[in-house]
């Protein structure tokens, strides 16, 4: 009987591990922006409120600031022994290279540079926390004026990261099961919520359109080892 309950309470312990996730990635995702850079600033489809974490991602591309006599590069910008030989009344920021991605949050948002060392391999990502709510816009660093004679395009993907489920959690904050197909969570949400509200105050459990989220990561998988830590409050 006690090895019996035992399991029970493995298997209830399992659903819930297996089905409540943390947070779910992306809230919103926006793939295949081209930044031009023949255009000044370009208005991409992510708005962020204040303090929501965004990023950017590098995917494709490459431009100049002069297409006769400069090279095409990624959004890092041209290194300092050619940025050098490129006259420098173009520049909205002397600390930056022509030809960096530039972004900002806002009309009026101060300027900041994307791309650099760690943004410059495409698949590069960046993560960043809005300091005011607005709308994220990007362009090359060259100043309007300047436009003319520039060529090619950057593709990046940006998405929003949602703030997720938050619970707290009374007992343990990391909870482990024997890594193997027994204990892989076959009965769905609902079970998971019937598990969760066993022992959580019913305000903070989690509503089954939650729990079923298809973007909820581990939410069919077996679990060698679950950390709720993450989730807690
Ligand atoms: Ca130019």
């Not at 593709?155 to 193997?180: C, F, Q, T, Y």
């Amino acid at each position: 009987m006690r090895r019996l309950l035992v399991v029970a309470g493995l298997l209830v312990g399992l659903m819930l591990v297996a089905a409540v996730a943390p947070t779910s990635p992306d809230a919103k995702a926006a793939n295949g922006i081209k930044v031009l850079a023949k255009s000044g600033w370009q208005q991409t489809s992510l708005y962020v409120g204040k303090g929501t974490k965004y990023k950017v991602r590098y995917d494709a591309g490459d431009w100049t600031v002069d297409y006769r006599n400069f090279d095409y590069v990624g959004p890092q910008g041209y290194p300092p022994s050619t940025d050098s030989q490129i006259y420098q009344g173009c520049k909205l920021n002397s600390n930056w290279p022509y030809a960096r991605l530039l972004g900002k949050v806002g009309k009026n948002g101060p300027l900041f540079s994307v791309g650099g060392k760690s943004f410059s391999n495409r698949g590069d990502v960046r993560t960043y926390t809005a300091r005011k709510k607005g709308v994220l816009y990007l362009r090359i660093h060259d100043a309007n004026s300047c436009l003319g004679d520039n060529g090619g395009s950057i593709s990046v993907s940006v998405a929003k990261k949602r703030a997720g489920v938050k619970i707290r959690l009374p007992l343990e904050r990391i909870w482990r099961e024997p890594d193997s197909a027994a204990y892989k969570n076959h009965c769905g949400p609902g079970a998971t919520q019937v598990a969760l509200d066993a022992r959580l105050p019913a305000a903070q459990v989690p509503s089954i359109d939650t729990l079923a989220n298809p973007t909820v990561p581990h939410r069919t998988r077996w679990l060698s080892s679950f950390d709720f830590r993450h989730l807690a409050t």
